[in-house]
């Protein structure tokens, strides 16, 4: 599923597989059983391979082709990542890809993190700064080693390469908003 899509993007860079585990510290082996989708790779190991390729993770994660600058609730590009409880809906065109605009130059994603469920099992840095409103809901969020717990209308701005993660505490769902800038590849 993945697998065809890291294979097609590494070509295109013209980049062997061995190259390519040499950037992520992942096996030549591993990387040609997930390109003939024989297995699938964990969300960290997408994540190294899209830093690897220069692509964001999201172009292994949907198979949508085409872009709008008009954006109705009902079409946004829905984002479910393996092994996470958090699901993403992109309100802006997604990092990467064209429309009438052109390259976005942020990402603005509506989100919702399911009770008890946290939005990555690693922390998560990227070269780009990143705005969280929540909506509805308490998140938690973990800043390297500092916790700073959201209510509904709160906000906290994080800046790049700062490692983070989100937990929610509650008994429903939290529901919240992510701008980041520039988009993360």
């Known amino acids: 599923m ?25 096996t030549a082996s591993y990387l040609s059983q ?4 024989i297995i699938d790779p964990s969300i960290s190991s997408l994540r190294k391979i899209s830093m690897a390729l220069e692509v ?14 008009l954006i109705k609730a009902n079409e946004r590009r ?24 052109g390259n976005a130059r942020m990402e603005v994603i509506y989100f919702k993190l399911e009770p008890k469920g946290w ?3 690693d922390f998560v ?3 780009a700064d990143e705005c969280i409103f929540v909506v509805s809901g308490t998140i938690e969020i973990y800043l390297d080693k500092e916790k700073f717990t959201l209510e509904e209308g709160d906000s906290i701005y994080i800046t790049e390469n700062v490692p983070h993660r989100m937990f929610n505490p509650g008994e429903i769902d ?12």
């Open 125 to 127: 840095i990227h070269a």
């Open 119 to 121: 939005s990555n099992e």
């Open 174 to 185: 939290a529901v919240g908003i992510s701008n980041i800038s520039p988009p993360i590849y």
């Open 2 to 26: 993945h697998g065809s899509k890291i294979r097609e993007i590494r070509q295109s860079k013209n980049l062997t597989l061995n190259e390519i585990a040499e950037r992520t510290k992942l």
């Open 56 to 69: 964001p993770i999201y172009t292994f994660l949907t198979s949508e082709d085409k872009q709008h600058v």
């Open 78 to 101: 829905k984002l479910a990542l393996p092994n996470s409880e958090i699901q993403y809906e992109f309100i802006s065109p997604m990092a990467g890809e064209t429309g009438k605009i």
């Open 34 to 37: 997930i390109e003939r989708n």
